[in-house]
T-cell receptor
Framework: DVKVTQSSRYLVKRTGEKVFLECVQD?????MFWYRQDPGLGLRLIYF???????EKGDIPEGYSVSREKKERFSLILESASTNQTSMYLC????????????FGDGTRLSIL | AQTVTQSQPEMSVQEAETVTLSCTYD???????LFWYKQPPSRQMILVIR??????QNATENRFSVNFQKAAKSFSLKISDSQLGDAAMYFC?????????FGQGTRLTINP
C-alpha cells in the first residue's frame, strides 16, 4: 500500500514565524502535491512537483514556497506565517498515469496565533 | 479553467437506504478522468471510485456506483445499502493533466 506521511497532525505557530510542513511518500511517485482544505471551499492546490527540483504553482501559491530535493520528500514552507494561513494542509502523491489516483497523507491542522 | 461543483453541502440518509451525491463539472476537453474521494473523520482521503470519460459504461465498486452523463457534464455517486461507516465528507474531482480539481464537498450523515 502507498504510504504518504506528513510530519505533524497538529501544529501551532505564531504570526511571522517560518513554518515547515514535511511530506514523505514511499511509492517512488513522480508527482507530489500540497493542498489547503477549508470548509465550503474543498481542496485548493497550493503547489505541485512533477520531478525532483521541479515545481509548479497551483491556484493559491501566495505566501507559500516548496522544496523537493529528493524524490520521496516534498516540503511546504510558510515564509512568514499569518493568521489567514490557519487551515488543514494535505499532501498527496501520484504517478504520471492519469488514471491512477492521488494518495493522501493524514493532513496537518495548522493554527497560526 | 476546469471547475467542479457539488451543490449539496450536506446530505443525510437512513442506514440501509440509497443516497445519491451530485457533481457537475465544466471542461472543454474530451478525454479526462473523474474521481470520488471519501474523507472520514480520521481525515485521510480515500479513493472511492473513478471513471474514464471515454468509457460509456458507468463504474461500479461494490455498493458504490456512478451515473456518468458526459454530455451533461454530470458525475453523481450512488451509495446503496448505506452503512454507518459511510459517514464522511465526499469530494468529486476532475483530473486535468497531472492535477486534480476538487468540488466543495458534501458531508454525508448516516442515521441509524
Amino acid at each position: 500500500d502507498v504510504k504518504v506521511t506528513q510530519s505533524s497532525r497538529y501544529l501551532v505557530k505564531r504570526t511571522g514565524e517560518k513554518v515547515f510542513l514535511e511530506c514523505v511518500q514511499d511509492m517512488d511517485h513522480e508527482n507530489m502535491f500540497w493542498y489547503r482544505q477549508d470548509p465550503g471551499l474543498g481542496l485548493r492546490l497550493i503547489y505541485f512537483s512533477y520531478d525532483v527540483k521541479m515545481k509548479e504553482k497551483g491556484d493559491i501559491p501566495e505566501g507559500y514556497s516548496v522544496s523537493r530535493e529528493k524524490k520521496e520528500r516534498f516540503s511546504l514552507i510558510l515564509e512568514s506565517a499569518s493568521t489567514n494561513q490557519t487551515s488543514m494542509y494535505l499532501c498527496a502523491s501520484s504517478d504520471r498515469n492519469a488514471y491512477q489516483p492521488q494518495h493522501f497523507g493524514d493532513g496537518t491542522r495548522l493554527s497560526i496565533l | 479553467a476546469q471547475t467542479v461543483t457539488q451543490s449539496q453541502p450536506e446530505m443525510s440518509v437512513q442506514e440501509a437506504e440509497t443516497v445519491t451525491l451530485s457533481c457537475t463539472y465544466d471542461t472543454s476537453e474530451s478525454d479526462y478522468y473523474l474521481f470520488w474521494y471519501k474523507q472520514p473523520p480520521s481525515r485521510q482521503m480515500i479513493l472511492v471510485i473513478r471513471q474514464e470519460a471515454y468509457k460509456q459504461q458507468n463504474a461500479t465498486e461494490n455498493r458504490f456506483s456512478v451515473n456518468f452523463q458526459k454530455a451533461a457534464k454530470s458525475f453523481s455517486l450512488k451509495i446503496s445499502d448505506s452503512q454507518l461507516g459511510d459517514a464522511a465528507m465526499y469530494f468529486c474531482a476532475y483530473r486535468s493533466g497531472q492535477k486534480l480539481v476538487f468540488g466543495q464537498g458534501t458531508r454525508l450523515t448516516i442515521n441509524p
